[in-house]
């Protein structure tokens, strides 16, 4: 303990002597960003420095995170329970707030009044391996307003990559806390508090024994904390229509046991779509019911097949079918149902023909926003696209970035989350595999393409055969929208139909490792499941966690189910 305090005093002092050169630096001379090159080496806690890039589709600024002696506490970041003054020269300063054992602080902490204007914080350390334990705070002033109150960073590490894949054992990657929208801001302080430090009768200190030594000792932080400010830059020109929005889609026409098409479009309420015309042959809401020359007994129906991955329509494009192996067409020879027949309850068919009914459900593609549309930067993320070869389970998330962000600024709030993702973080494109706003607007995520089966970075453990939704905000305390509830319904009725899943089944994937199953379990999940059922989080908020049984109902319904 000595020996790292030692280490501390040192730091400290090398901090103080270089503060005075510790201020913004402009373009001129800023320190370009970490690049994805191996032998890049990050910043770490040694250096008051900051580093930053800037760009016209957005920039990262990285403050260190520094101890510093007690005394400094006057020049910056108060202990937690207390407001802090801004550094007189306005520039950037490292200080601490704790006293421990001579004088050395054990809290971390910057405060800068004069940055370049960003719109994110987050806090990121050298190793994704490594917990911070400790209490992690920032407020931030608006440009031309006030100081914020103080708000805390959650951690961020059960969201992200599994274990054992490339994405997170590579160079580039770090740990991290959740990122927070603070909307246009220039100024910003921050304060990390380790585990084990406590208060008492107004005197700081790791825990004093009745002889006033040190009783316990602080967590130990990990090396390399640096806060970042992250600037999502400004909208690109906005792509022709047909590139920005994927219109919505009726249902792919997909054959019946009965042999005919059958569009599977639904409205909203899950009946008949406008418009919709019922299959040639049927009669009725009964999908088992014939017109007027009903099909011998005996003859039959022919195959049935996958959902063509293709929509309908002369102008439609065509949409790339998951990588998944196709699976053998089934047959099913069982003569068609005359109308006041009773179809016997799913249970009670063969194997082959619950599979080949469970084929035939499928549901209408909501509009989702492109990631042209959402103004992605692609020159930032690694190039290919790694696939899992289907989606059994989609895990619904919140992104903990704060409620307080305008519909009209989501576009701008997923900019951000994809630099601190890919800048911050080092992981190869946003974790997420689509996001919804408060508006219920529906946003293509990682890249890869959206009827694919594209391995997300979202859920540790579980991110193969998998895929992520997460919905802009906070909702361990506050109520989702209905419009975001619902926009969740329509993707995951729409993207688990191409892959067959029954929105109220379940389903079990193999634990790639995490803090609730170790790798290598066989875990029994709900087909739509909150990200807390496969990790020990709080994630999606129990608010929001609150309303997936509904979801899975409404979206069981848009499939026809």
């Known amino acids: 303990m000595r020996a790292y305090l030692a280490s501390s005093i040192g730091v400290a002092c090398t901090a103080a002597l270089a503060l005075p050169l510790a201020v913004y630096p402009g373009p001129a001379h800023a320190r370009a960003e970490r690049t994805a090159a191996p032998s890049s080496s990050p910043s770490t806690s040694s250096s008051p420095s900051t580093s930053s890039s800037f760009s ?39 200080v ?18 004069r940055v370049r204007p960003f719109s994110l914080v987050g806090v990121v350390w050298d190793q994704p391996s490594a917990d911070l334990r400790g209490r992690v705070q920032v407020r931030t002033r608006a440009v031309g307003g006030e100081w914020s109150p103080w708000r805390e960073l959650l951690p961020y590490g059960d969201d992200g990559p599994d274990p054992d894949s490339p994405e997170l054992r590579g160079a580039r990657a770090h740990g991290g806390t959740a990122p927070l929208w603070v909307g246009d801001s220039d100024g910003v302080q921050a304060r990390v508090r380790p585990e084990g430090v406590a208060v008492a009768d107004g005197v700081a200190g790791a825990g004093a024994d009745a002889g006033g030594g040190v009783a316990a000792r602080s967590a130990v932080l990990p090396s390399g904390l640096r806060l970042e400010l992250v600037d999502p830059g400004e909208a690109p020109a906005p792509p022709p229509p047909d590139q920005a929005v994927l219109r919505a889609l009726p249902a ?25 015309r019922p299959s040639p042959g049927s009669v009725g809401k009964s999908p088992g019911s014939v017109g007027k020359s009903p099909r011998p007994v005996g003859k039959s129906p022919g195959p049935v ?57 499928s549901a209408p593609r909501p509009s989702i926003v492109t990631r042209a549309g959402w103004g992605a930067d692609e020159k930032i993320r690694e190039t290919g696209h790694v696939y899992s070869k289907t989606v059994k389970v989609a895990f619904i998330h919140h ?38 706003d408060k508006c219920g607007k529906i946003y293509e995520g990682r890249s890869g ?33 209905a419009k975001a509830v619902k926009a969740i319904a329509k993707l995951t009725a729409w993207k688990l139909g191409l892959f067959k899943r029954n929105p109220r089944g379940t389903t079990h994937l193999v634990s790639g490792g995490g803090n609730k199953y170790k ?3 066989n875990v029994k999940l709900h087909v739509i499941a909150g990200h807390r059922d496969g990790f020990a989080t709080e994630c999606p908020g129990k608010d929001l966690y609150k309303k997936l049984g509904s979801v899975r109902k409404t979206a069981a319904r848009l499939q026809g189910r």
């Open 305 to 361: 097949g996958k959902p063509s991955p293709r929509p309908s329509g002369a102008s439609a494009r065509p949409l790339p079918y998951p990588s998944a192996p196709s699976a053998p067409s089934t047959h099913v020879t069982r003569p068609t149902s005359p109308p006041s027949a009773i179809t016997p309850p799913t249970s009670a068919l063969p194997e082959a023909v619950t599979k080949a009914n469970a084929a035939r459900y």
């Open 56 to 94: 016209s589709s957005g920039s990262t600024q990285s403050l260190p995170l520094l101890p510093l002696s007690a005394d400094g506490l006057d020049r910056g970041v108060a202990a937690p329970g207390g407001d802090a003054p801004v550094p007189a020269d306005g520039g950037i300063s490292a």
């Open 96 to 113: 601490g707030g704790v006293s421990v054992d001579g004088g050395v602080s054990a809290d971390r902490g910057v405060a800068a009044s």
């Open 399 to 436: 992104t903990v970035t704060g409620n307080k962000y305008r519909c009209s600024q989501a576009p701008s709030v997923l900019r951000s989350i994809y630099r601190y993702h890919v800048k911050s973080l080092g992981w190869r494109d946003y974790g997420y595999n689509f996001t919804i």
């Open 519 to 521: 790798k290598g379990t």
């Open 252 to 276: 792919h026409p997909v054959p019946t046991p009965g042999g005919a098409a059958k569009t599977g479009a639904v409205s909203a309420s899950g009946g008949a779509a406008p418009g919709a």
């Open 449 to 481: 393409g959206v009827t694919k089966a594209v391995r997300g970075a979202h859920t540790l453990g579980f991110n193969t055969n998998s895929m992520g939704v997460a919905v802009l905000g906070t909702f361990s305390s506050k109520k989702p929208s």
